[in-house]
């Protein structure tokens, strides 16, 4: 091994791994150098000490020791630790550092009950759906008996480009996406139409911000959020004068503590404190939709996604550079969707920065999600174990991350607020990741497509052998409904985009009737009924309807692997938010819910 390749293995960089179609792909030099690059200077890092809440960590040092707790309190001492309150402490003793993560060993699985997953942009019928058609919505299915309602992740987007409206590739994942404020009557029709609701949205939210005469609320919040909101709302005010991203800027804009920023944000006062504005109205209409999701009898309420990654040159990236690898991007391996694996265009945490920052990034970005929500989904938590990352220019390989202690971050800030959280743990899942997220009391993902125990012929699991601390759902918003999936729609929409061939396609759509009619036979019959029913016999914890399945819908949200080739995150829901709990669909369901003893209504 060449003294390159041993540097990158000691800093956690794989040297070769298995994709999931069993070739082993090995880490090249060229790659080990761009990502040894992105990871930047070795430093000096303290030691991860992950310890039970409540005791004293199983830590000894000699000497004196200096002990800071979260809130600031210090204590110096020698000899045995104190016992730790709930919280990230660090402790020096001489010249060893350590970071004390103080949570508890697991969080509590919540009761067995059911929940809808639903697209919040589509729930309106003209325009962009808003947080007040989801607290609708929350408020329409709480009375049934639904204990959680799903949406999309509302990070932050870029409202200075209409194209840029992915919810999973944000701008910043501590802020709220603005578009989701009323205003404007926007475009009718299938299909969310950013290209115009986008600026009509916020043409009609500057009007209103042009009424406000001001509020005590607003002042307080402001004065709350300190700099990382002024920095926030200044990305804003500068990306609508030089464009959504910040690499393209003049380059003495390039980083917030640049001289030419704090002249830029002394002209652009008025429009910083406009879109300071803008997320105080954010936080105040989440907040709200949670208030009336719980209020309404739901036992958890809204459950909300954090997206895996940020976009490389948005706000997040902008005001906190050095949380984040640079030179590479967050991607997946080559599977049997894409041969060539992907590249998500993401910008990755830097696993020596978080260590060297305590975590803080990662705690306040979970804080801001559990704050407003009963449970959290984390994107594609297999990142918490490894994380694949694609430099420019060369094959991608993975990046060994701190697990242990992010999990522990998880366990503390889902402890803090008493929310329960679901880790996306699907694709290429790496050895004791499952049986880590179990200790922590983290649920999985158990999807029915995919519940299988064999895949040549195709044997679906029976109900009861699924897994208890997880959540149970038919499909995703990346794969069919189950009305798409007995039709192949998938197939025929790779097809027509260029994934697969025809020959490809004919093989597939002959392996999916098989699939379908191994499914069939656990059911009484091929309805989405039968479908819910089956599913609510599962032990999982948790059971995530989709609002496309519920109502009938044949396509699905997104397809992997396109941009514009397929309309994602575009496709409104047939019916909107204010008359879903009425649907016979969504009645019956609800009934079949409560047959199964999932109707958990204000536990």
């Known amino acids: 091994m060449t003294d390159l390749l041993a540097r990158a293995r000691a800093a956690?960089?794989?040297?070769?791994?298995?994709?999931?179609?069993?070739?082993?792909?090995?880490?090249?030099?060229?790659?080990?150098?761009?990502?040894?690059?992105?990871?930047?200077?070795?430093?000096?890092?303290?030691?991860?000490?992950?310890?039970?809440?409540?005791?004293?960590?199983?830590?000894?040092?000699?000497?004196?020791?200096?002990?800071?707790?979260?809130?600031?309190?210090?204590?110096?001492g020698t000899g045995p630790l104190p016992a730790l309150p709930l919280g990230i402490h660090s402790l020096t003793a001489g010249k060893a550092r350590y970071t004390l993560l103080s949570a508890p060993v697991r969080l509590p699985l919540p009761a067995p009950c059911w929940g809808v997953i639903a697209p919040l942009y589509g729930l309106s019928e003209t325009g962009i759906g808003t947080y007040g058609d989801l607290a609708e919505l929350a408020t329409g299915l709480g009375s049934l008996g639904c204990a959680f309602l799903g949406i999309n992740p509302v990070h932050a987007g870029f409202p200075s480009d209409p194209g840029a409206f992915s919810p999973y590739t944000p701008s910043h994942r501590r802020r709220l996406n603005v578009l989701h404020l009323p205003g404007g009557s926007g475009t009718a029709g299938p299909l969310v139409e950013y290209a115009t609701d986008t600026p009509a949205r916020m043409s009609a939210l500057r009007a209103d911000y042009a009424a406000f005469t001001g509020d005590l609320a607003f002042d307080a919040y402001v004065a709350a959020e300190g700099v990382p909101l002024d920095r926030f709302a200044l990305y804003q005010a500068l990306s609508e004068r030089h464009g959504p991203f910040w690499n393209t800027w003049p380059e003495a804009l390039h980083h917030p503590d640049n001289p030419a920023v704090a002249a830029a944000a002394t002209e652009l006062s008025a429009e910083v404190r406009f879109h300071a504005w803008l997320q105080w109205r954010a936080e105040t209409a989440l907040a709200g939709a949670q208030a009336q999701a719980k209020a309404s009898g739901m036992a958890h309420g809204l459950y909300l996604d954090l997206a895996v990654g940020t976009h490389p040159y948005g706000a997040e990236t902008w005001e906190d550079r050095e949380s984040f690898a640079f030179g590479a991007s967050l991607g997946s391996p080559p599977d049997a969707f894409s041969a060539d694996g992907q590249n998500w265009c993401l910008a990755p945490f830097n696993p020596r920065a978080l260590r060297a920052r305590a975590y803080a990034p990662l705690a306040e970005t979970l804080r801001r999600q559990v704050r407003v929500a009963g449970v959290l989904r984390i994107d594609h938590i297999l990142g918490?174990?490894?994380?694949?990352?694609?430099?420019?220019?060369?094959?991608?390989?993975?990046?060994?991350?701190?697990?242990?202690?992010?999990?522990?971050?998880?366990?503390?800030?889902?402890?803090?607020?008493?929310?329960?959280?679901?880790?996306?743990d699907l694709g290429n899942i790496p050895d004791g990741l499952r049986a880590a997220l179990e200790a922590s009391g983290i649920l999985?993902?158990?999807?029915?497509?995919?519940?299988?125990?064999?895949?040549?012929?195709?044997?679906?699991r029976a109900a009861q052998d699924y897994d208890a601390a997880a959540i149970a759902s038919f499909s995703t918003h990346d794969l069919p409904t189950w009305r798409g999936w007995r039709k192949g729609l998938d197939i025929?929409?790779?097809?027509?985009?260029?994934?697969?061939?025809?020959?490809?396609?004919?093989?597939?759509?002959?392996?999916?009737?098989?699939?379908?009619?191994?499914?069939?036979?656990?059911?009484?019959?091929?309805?989405?009924?039968?479908?819910?029913?089956?599913?609510?016999?599962?032990?999982?914890?948790?059971?995530?309807?989709?609002?496309?399945?519920?109502?009938?819908?044949?396509?699905?949200?997104?397809?992997?692997?396109?941009?514009?080739?397929?309309?994602?995150?575009?496709?409104?829901?047939?019916?909107?938010?204010?008359?879903?709990?009425?649907?016979?669909?969504?009645?019956?369901?609800?009934?079949?819910m409560r047959n199964q003893d999932r109707d958990r209504r204000g536990q």
Not at 399 to 412: G, T
């Open 12 to 76: 956690g960089i794989l040297m070769s791994f298995k994709d999931t179609t069993g070739v082993v792909r090995d880490t090249s030099e060229e790659t080990a150098a761009a990502l040894l690059a992105a990871m930047g200077d070795d430093v000096d890092l303290p030691q991860d000490v992950i310890c039970e809440v409540g005791m004293p960590p199983g830590l000894r040092v000699k000497g004196r020791w200096t002990l800071v707790l979260e809130d600031g309190q210090k204590q110096d």
């Open 384 to 424: 918490f174990e490894r994380a694949f990352w694609v430099p420019d220019g060369a094959p991608g390989a993975y990046v060994q991350m701190p697990r242990d202690a992010m999990l522990a971050v998880v366990r503390i800030e889902a402890a803090r607020a008493g929310a329960t959280v679901v880790g996306e």
């Open 444 to 460: 999985g993902c158990r999807v029915a497509m995919f519940e299988r125990r064999s895949w040549q012929p195709p044997v679906f």
């Open 492 to 592: 025929a929409a790779r097809q027509d985009t260029g994934s697969i061939d025809a020959d490809q396609a004919k093989d597939e759509q002959a392996h999916r009737q098989a699939e379908v009619a191994a499914l069939d036979a656990l059911l009484p019959e091929p309805t989405e009924d039968a479908l819910h029913t089956f599913l609510a016999q599962t032990p999982s914890r948790l059971l995530g309807l989709q609002a496309e399945i519920l109502l009938g819908m044949d396509d699905q949200p997104n397809l992997p692997g396109t941009t514009t080739e397929y309309p994602n995150w575009r496709l409104r829901l047939p019916v909107p938010a204010k008359s879903i709990s009425c649907h016979d669909s969504v009645i019956r369901t609800a009934q079949v």
